[in-house]
């Protein structure tokens, strides 16, 4: 088995991860409570940028966290496509549950049920998505206990975000509640890592992809950006919005 260090570059990785999921539940947060206050294409407008602020928040969460992720002897790289495809996926299911809550004509308590295990799974199935992009000569092995704990929790971090998207209203409730779910991620993505064992294959050939480092800049002016329109749409957003009735 090659021995596994989960913060090659000390604790900046851990930290940076997760500033960036605290991020992004913030902007999912406020960007739900608006689309709760509107109706039609404003709604619809909202909780999409709510799911892709999620989506991307858990996202980069994990691939930062991945920086520091390292197995001593072996050389590790990403297949770019299926590192792109767990982006899609993540931005996808957490939107698929945003909706549930947010347009669903079941009651609350089933809509968030329905929409927090959805979700859940997918963000579990995105994580082990970006774990199968890594490239490395040997194989991962996961304790599968280990990985239903970290479903388990996946779903349970899920329903919260949609529990708190639903009912923290006030910007310190917010304040308070977006660090809250970030911890939640980050306790599922470290559960799941916990489960895995690299057995190495002795060869030493460079596997195919690229290096972690190769995607720091792009994944920087990428979310830069992100965060630059996520200001300009924040800074026009009204303090309340009413809603004309029909």
Not at 136 to 157: E, K
Not at 176 to 189: D, E, F, I, L
Not at 201 to 226: D, E, I, M
Request: hydrophobic share 55%; glycine share 10%; proline share 4%.
């Amino acid at each position: 088995m090659g021995h596994i260090d989960h913060t090659v570059h000390g604790w900046i990785t851990p930290a940076i991860s997760y500033l960036a999921a605290c991020l992004g539940a913030l902007l999912a947060l406020r960007s739900t409570r608006w689309a709760l206050l509107t109706e039609g294409r404003t709604r619809r407008n909202w909780l999409f940028f709510a799911s892709v602020s999620l989506g991307l928040g858990i996202w980069s969460m994990h691939f930062i966290a991945m920086l520091g992720f390292a197995v001593r002897g072996a050389e590790i790289r990403y297949n770019v496509p299926l590192t792109v495809v767990s982006l899609v996926v993540a931005i996808v299911v957490v939107g698929v549950g945003i909706f549930t809550v947010g347009h669903s004509r079941r009651s609350p308590r089933a809509a968030l049920l329905a929409g927090g295990v959805a979700t859940g799974l997918g963000v579990a199935a995105m994580h082990y998505l970006g774990m199968a992009a890594m490239r490395i000569n040997g194989a991962l092995v996961y304790d599968r206990a280990t990985v239903a704990v970290s479903v388990g929790i996946a779903v349970f971090a899920a329903t919260a975000a949609l529990w708190a998207a639903l009912n923290v209203r006030a910007t310190g409730a917010v304040l308070v509640a977006a660090p809250v779910m970030g911890v939640a991620v980050c306790a599922m993505h470290y559960t799941g890592m916990a489960a895995v064992q690299v057995e190495l294959s002795g060869v030493r050939t460079t596997p195919p992809g690229v290096v972690a480092l190769q995607f720091v800049f792009p994944l920087a002016v990428g979310l830069g950006c992100y965060v630059f329109s996520s200001a300009l749409a924040f800074a026009v957003a009204p303090d309340k919005v009413t809603v004309r009735p029909a």
